[in-house]
């Protein structure tokens, strides 16, 4: 399965975010994804993964002060096959462009699968804080751009 990261200019809620954004299991993300309607702005930066021209995950980006928080949000027929890593990589990329320092994202107590998530993230080098944040220092991108 090829992959396509593509960023949304001005992203707006769509049928597609309410599908595997709005559409995840309760306590998974933010009650306010299962309010918003067709044609909504969102906030932060969003970069849409397709697979055939499909609609697969999403990556979000929000940076403050140095640091960005991030979301992932994988189709659920597509868990397991790749898409997160690619969503990870890429917006640990888009970090580093912006020179930012660390990636943070919370996985909510409410998770029905936070366990499971949270070794996923540890296993690509976030951290737990002392406030509860996983964290991922950012690495610069080589002078050759690699």
């Not at 991922?136 to 690699?146: E, I």
């Given at each position: 399965m090829s992959l396509t990261w593509i960023h949304e200019q001005t992203p707006r809620w769509d049928a597609d975010k309410a599908r595997i954004v709005g559409g995840a299991e309760t306590g998974i993300f933010d009650s306010r994804y299962r309010t918003l309607r067709r044609g909504d702005l969102v906030a932060g930066d969003w970069w849409r993964v397709e697979a055939d021209g499909r609609v697969v995950g999403y990556g979000w980006l929000d940076a403050c002060w140095g640091d960005a928080e991030i979301l992932l949000a994988v189709d659920n027929e597509q868990r397991a096959g790749g898409v997160g890593s690619f969503i990870l990589e890429h917006l640990h990329d888009e970090a580093a462009r912006r020179g930012l320092n660390y990636l943070t994202n919370v996985v909510r107590a409410t998770h029905p699968h936070a366990g499971r998530v949270t070794a996923w993230l540890s296993a690509?080098?976030?951290r737990g804080s002392d406030d509860g944040r996983l964290m991922?220092?950012?690495?610069?991108?080589?002078?050759?751009?690699?």
């Open positions: 690509r080098g976030f991922c220092a950012v690495s610069r991108p080589r002078a050759d751009g690699k």
